[in-house]
Nanobody, 114 residues
Framework: QVQLVESGGGLVQPGGSLRLSCAASGIIFSVNTMGWYRQAPGKERELVATISPNNRKIYADSARGRFTISRDNAKNTVSLQMNTLKPEDTAVYYC????????WGQGTQVTVSS
């Protein structure tokens, strides 16, 4: 079955950095658009960044310039490097894979607080 397993979340101070990773199995990774989404308490899930099979990247305005999405098709992983983190980046971050269907990971908590 399809599994997307996120890792790398945690507690970080404002201005700090975190790197999230997502390991995928059960899909043909190279043909999937991979993405990161987040959901803060009381808010809807929102796009953070996506990367297409040909490495076209799309960023939310809130992420552009601070976050970088990348993929490794040999390792079936997608990563999100997050720099200059702000308290408003606090959320559960979800990995997503989309081709014919969409799949979600279980999420990883990111908390930005002093």
């Amino acid at each position: 079955q399809v599994q997307l397993v996120e890792s790398g979340g945690g507690l970080v101070q404002p201005g700090g950095s975190l790197r999230l990773s997502c390991a995928a199995s059960g899909i043909i990774f190279s043909v999937n658009t991979m993405g990161w989404y987040r959901q803060a308490p009381g808010k809807e899930r929102e796009l953070v960044a996506t990367i297409s099979p040909n490495n076209r990247k799309i960023y939310a305005d809130s992420a552009r310039g601070r976050f970088t999405i990348s993929r490794d098709n040999a390792k079936n992983t997608v990563s999100l490097q997050m720099n200059t983190l702000k308290p408003e980046d606090t959320a559960v971050y979800y990995c997503s894979a989309r081709h014919d269907d969409r799949y979600w990971g279980q999420g990883t908590q990111v908390t930005v607080s002093s």
